[in-house]
């Protein structure tokens, strides 16, 4: 197999092991068609520059081409080779064997590399951006058909205080839209062309490095050759957002499952993303949420390996730098599949508001909202949290619920109490009572809603 580096060697053959061992090509032949087009550029930049002519590029430009529609075919054939730039170089010296020597001029596959790398990222940032979205719509679409469910909230996975359902969906939507955010910002730092760095030092041909990045679609040229061919922050921050990602997730995953099970009994989701036992007939497992919440593990484990790899390398370029690839398109590729099965899952979500309100009837969710009560009509917050607590005390003590005490009874604990506390024990009654800007007030809720609506639009 042809080299990009022969000369200097005495002619032997790689030992076969070395270059297995040593070889990238099943990781990085998914950048083939980034480096067919960013060497296309390169071409088109070299006739520009006066390095080539005009003829030559015409025979490079059209056996790239014939390249990248081998690749599109899937019929490429770029087994036993170092890496991708190498099978596409040894392509072309095939195709074209004088023209093809001068393709490389002037480039180093440490830059070549970080090129096409940035390439695939913008794509990817953007495809996870759209993701994400496609999941908030799914979140949305549950909000909105579950607007009025109210169920309990839970703090330390006791129950707290009643939320509406969609109050939680929209929860999530504010959760992915920061994971939005992080990604687009990353994209924004990556988009930067560093061809023309060289392998370190930049060129002594007079290269035009903004043609190229133009033309590659990037935002601008990289300001430092030696930062340029050792940075691997692009990566390391899309994969610290994935891994953000992903953690919300695994714990939006945990409440959907929670949620599920029969003994919350609020959700339940299409069977086909549930899986049965071996064993016992009975069960509906929620498997798909459970690995995507397992699958997590390995995203945060690919952000640690990256930082590893990079943490103590010296400057510039070293071969470690290529295992980043490793970690990087497999933390991808996970990610995007959670989020292409999370969607559809999240829109087959039924809610039950049956068994929410059996939760809700234990009248000791209320306490908060009595509490506030007693505030309003002049108590102090903290003599009110003493009282209603005894209360509660109290009632557990004799077994009822706070709607079983008599009217005696409640002037026992203070003489604030009458029997409109009555009607602070229900559900609908405790959201509607919120008065603060982002709770669970359904007015601000439906707000909310509507607001979304023209945000994912
Ligand atoms: N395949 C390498 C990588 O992915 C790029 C080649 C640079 N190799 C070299 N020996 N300078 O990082």
Redo the contacts with the bound molecule.
Sequence with gaps: MGKLWGGRFSGQSMDPEVLEFSS?IDI?KVLAEYDCRSSGVHVEMLEKCGYISDVEKQVLSVALKEILDEIAAGCFESGGF??I?SAIQDRMEKKCPDEAKKLHTAR???EQ?VNDVRLYAKDKADEAVELIRELQKSFLCLADRNRDAIIPGYTHLNRAQPVLFSHLALAYMEMLERDRGRIIDARKRLDLSVMGSGAIAGSALALDRGFVSGKLGFSDISANSIDSVSDRDFMAELMAAFSILVVHLSRISEDLILYSIPEFGFISMDEKFTTGSSLMPQKKNPDVLELIRGRSAGIIGDLNSILVLLKAQPHA?N?D??ED?RFFFRSVETVFGCLRVFAPLVLSISVDTVASGKALSDEFIYATDIAEHLVAKGAAFSEAHRIVGNMVGYCTKKNINISGLSLTELKAFSELLDESVFSLLSAGSSVSGKKTEGSTNPEMVYRQIELWKKKVK
């Design positions: 990238s990085d170092e890496d730039h180093s596959r440490n590399v370029y071969r730098l290529q690839k």
